[in-house]
T-cell receptor
Framework: EDKVVQSPLSLVVHEGDTVTLNCSYEVTNFRSLLWYKQEKKAPTFLFMLTSSGIEKKSGRLSSILDKKELFSILNITATQTGDSAVYLCAVKYGGSQGNLIFGKGTKLSVKP | DAGVIQSPRHEVTEMGQEVTLRCKPISGHDYLFWYRQTMMRGLELLIYFNNNVPIDDSGMPEDRFSAKMPNASFSTLKIQPSEPRDSAVYFC????????????FGPGTRLTVT
């Protein structure tokens, strides 16, 4: 069965801390892995990863993919209260164009 | 661009009633997706369309759910009859036919079935 597992399920840190969120997957015919940030409303796109070992970076956020070990990490440095959200990992897979499977997310709470 | 538009934003209905959720994708996007999000199951893909044609509806939970896309700018998700376990946030998303796979989500419809 295809699946995406995120860990931890929830995390509480203080401003300034660095956090690492994990996403592992087991799918047939992997195509890409996407990270989303979901605050109160709809998910917003962060990164798409297709190649192993190439870090994607946007400000204090960065992500990398390991296609051999079937996982990705999302790092957030110098966390701020505005980083509080649920971070979703999704994997595109299979032969058809639109199959995406989402993990259940990691709920990050950043305390002042 | 206004982004993906969904209506209504909130819907409260009684068990057994028909519910219709609406979505307008971003103009020019070839793909449209319907998702359901609950605390227990997370975000689940229900069905997606490519050029108005349903491609994969394997995520639709049962026959009470149906989706249509009569044209490139409009889609509906219907639940008939609705049940309390259908209570969730329903998202519509769209994307272009290019290779980024980035989907743009609408604000969601929060459905409560009592």
């Amino acid at each position: 069965e295809d699946k995406v597992v995120q860990s931890p399920l929830s995390l509480v840190v203080h401003e300034g801390d660095t956090v690492t969120l994990n996403c592992s997957y087991e799918v047939t015919n992997f195509r890409s892995l996407l990270w989303y940030k979901q605050e109160k409303k709809a998910p917003t796109f962060l990164f798409m990863l297709t190649s192993s070992g190439i870090e994607k970076k946007s400000g204090r956020l960065s992500s990398i993919l390991d296609k051999k070990e079937l996982f990705s990490i999302l790092n957030i440095t110098a966390t701020q209260t505005g980083d509080s959200a649920v971070y979703l990992c999704a994997v595109k897979y299979g032969g058809s164009q639109g199959n995406l499977i989402f993990g259940k997310g990691t709920k990050l709470s950043v305390k002042p | 661009d206004a982004g993906v538009i969904q209506s209504p934003r909130h819907e409260v209905t009684e068990m057994g009633q028909e519910v219709t959720l609406r979505c307008k994708p971003i103009s020019g996007h070839d793909y449209l997706f319907w998702y359901r999000q609950t605390m227990m199951r997370g975000l689940e893909l229900l069905i997606y369309f490519n050029n108005n044609v349903p491609i994969d509806d394997s995520g639709m939970p049962e026959d009470r759910f149906s989706a249509k896309m009569p044209n490139a700018s409009f889609s509906t998700l219907k639940i008939q009859p609705s049940e309390p376990r259908d209570s969730a946030v329903y998202f519509c998303a769209s994307r272009s036919g290019g290779g980024t796979y980035e989907q743009y989500f609408g604000p969601g419809t929060r459905l409560t079935v009592t």
